[in-house]
């Protein structure tokens, strides 16, 4: 006997019992989205590795350690997405969709990264994006949160869910606060963990993001970043939280945002959550106004954030809704010579009434078994069609969940009948 394939480590399948949870956080996602003016865009998997090491930096932990990185048949190096954001530059600047200011785009689709696979990490996941160009101002930064905002909202999770904000400033100043950083971590050297040691001289901005309880005594003695900003920084800044306030939504100064990609200049956020453990970070996103230029395009300023799939299906799980839809009709076929006419029949009910799940009994068997099998399906309604009433032209309708009494329908009013009479879902 040969032995069973098993999917790869971190890479797991999305089972139809968690399916209707992802529709609900896709569609609701996309008719956000397509209220604030986004269209979306789709790019592929696979890209050139230089498209990742260049725009994510390659002092990154993602750039570092995490791609899958292979060459292809003709020993072209290519990398699996692990991101969208620079696969959008690319595909904005090669079809020179960046020429009008305030293109909004969106993205879906599956991200691949090479981590230890754990609660709300892994190696295939799953990410909404959205991403807008050539403007440089605060105001689009707030609409930005705010979309998300509603969203969280409609989803029922804005209350789980906090607002940390922190800005990075212009790329010179985040530079030179970078190095002031670096020569005051490194007068500390004896202090830092090993891996903070060995991010010192390639991404010392990224230790401020430490998780170790040992560092975080020396972290809050750090020079600040706040401190570093210059004045068109800090008004940016002060306008965006301004407007976050006027339209009433709650955030928090994180001065120890950075988050690890390099592209990111001014605004960076994160919405964060105390119920999903270690891996909290819903979404992230912020201001990547170098970003276009660094792929040989125009001075183009960049924004946009992106949110895990994976963290949010499981806060939409923890909410005991019910997302999945019960079937409305369960068709029982009690003469099996009447197996053509009952396909024909559904095939009726579908077109006249598009809302509603309508199942067959499919591949026979005694009027027992098919009465068990429309009672597992949870359809409310079971129709058995006999061949007697057929030739009378009627059809029996027995109601499975409520003790309403049984009743012959004539099959010319059965839809109009069903209509009238059926519970909306
Ligand atoms: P982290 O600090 O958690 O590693 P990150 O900075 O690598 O986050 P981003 O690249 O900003 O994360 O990705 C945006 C969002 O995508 C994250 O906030 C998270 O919700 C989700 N995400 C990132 N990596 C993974 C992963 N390996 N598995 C599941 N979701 C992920
Ligand atoms: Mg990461």
């Known amino acids: 006997m040969s032995e069973k394939i098993q999917s790869l480590r971190g890479m797991p399948d999305i089972l139809p019992a968690d399916a209707p949870l992802w529709q609900h ?33 390659a002092a990154t932990d993602i750039v570092e ?58 190696r295939q996941f799953h990410q909404i994006g959205a991403e807008v160009f050539g403007l440089a101002g605060p105001d689009i930064d707030a609409e930005l949160i705010a979309m998300s905002a509603r969203l969280w909202s409609e989803l029922g999770i804005l209350g789980q869910l906090r607002l940390e904000l922190n800005s990075l400033g212009s790329p010179a100043e985040r530079r030179q606060y970078r190095s002031q950083l670096h020569d005051w971590l490194a007068q500390h050297r004896d202090s830092l963990d090993e891996d903070s040691q060995r991010r010192l001289d390639t991404n010392p901005m990224r230790i401020l993001d430490s998780k170790n309880p040992a560092m975080q005594a020396l972290i809050e003695a750090a020079p600040k970043l706040s401190a570093a900003l210059g004045d068109d920084s800090r008004r940016h800044f002060e306008q965006l939280t301004g407007m976050l306030d006027a339209m009433g939504i709650a955030w928090q100064h994180n001065q120890r945002l950075v988050r690890g990609l390099d592209y990111y200049t001014h605004t960076v956020f994160e919405w964060v959550t105390d119920d999903l ?149």
């Open 25 to 57: 956080l896709e569609d609701t996602a996309a008719a956000v989205l397509r209220r604030y003016g986004y269209a979306r865009i789709s790019t592929p998997i696979l890209e050139s590795t230089a498209l990742f090491t260049r725009s994510i930096g």
């Open 65 to 122: 350690k995490e791609m899958y990185t292979f060459a292809d048949r003709h020993e072209e190096s290519i990398s699996m997405r692990p991101e969208g954001t620079a696969s959008v530059v690319r595909a904005m600047l090669q079809h020179g969709l960046l020429q009008t200011p305030g293109q909004k785009v969106w993205y879906q689709g599956p991200m691949f990264r090479y981590e230890r696979p754990q609660r709300g990490r892994m």
């Open 277 to 425: 453990g270690a891996q909290g970070t819903v979404c992230a996103g912020g201001r990547y106004d170098g970003l276009v230029a660094l792929h040989g395009g125009p001075e183009v300023p960049g924004v946009g954030f992106a949110m895990g799939e994976e963290r949010l299906v499981e806060l939409l799980g923890q909410q005991q809704r019910d997302f999945g839809q019960r079937p409305d009709i369960y068709l029982i076929i009690a003469d099996p010579q009447l197996q053509a006419e009952a396909l024909a029949l559904n095939e009726r009910l579908r077109d006249a009434l598009p809302g509603r799940i309508v199942l067959s009994n499919l591949a026979g068997g005694s009027l027992r078994a098919q009465f068990k099998r429309a009672d597992r399906s949870q359809a409310q309604i079971a129709l058995v069609l006999g061949s007697q009433e057929w030739a009378a032209g009627e059809i029996t309708v027995k109601w499975l969940r409520s003790e309403r009494a049984q009743t012959s329908v004539s099959l010319a009013q059965l839809a109009d009948w069903l209509q009238q009479n059926m519970p909306n879902n």
